[in-house]
């Protein structure tokens, strides 16, 4: 989770309205992103979950579910 504050830190202070600390001007987006990624591989590991599988199939739900969603969303005409 202190991984992905930090993206969620970083995210909300080059795109949002906060500003960023003397202190965190060396923070870097992508080392974060790969930080919550390889800890996700960890648990993933721990846990006997087959990432791969397992975004193969949230994909595909997304794609089927969401086949027609923004279309239809007048707000992105």
């Known amino acids: ?10 995210m909300a202070r ?5 500003s960023f600390k003397k202190s965190e001007t060396d ?3 992508a080392d974060e992103m790969a930080d919550v990624l390889f800890v996700l591989i ?7 979950i087959n990432l791969d599988e ?3 199939n949230n994909l595909d739900k997304k794609t089927n579910r ?4 923004h279309i239809n969303n007048a707000k992105l005409s």
């Open 1 to 10: 989770m202190e991984e992905v504050g930090e993206v969620a830190r970083i």
């Open 14 to 18: 080059t795109y949002g309205e906060q």
């Open 27 to 29: 923070k870097n987006l």
């Open 42 to 48: 960890c648990l993933a590991n721990q846990t006997g």
């Open 54 to 56: 397992a975004l193969l």
């Open 66 to 69: 969401d086949a027609e969603r």
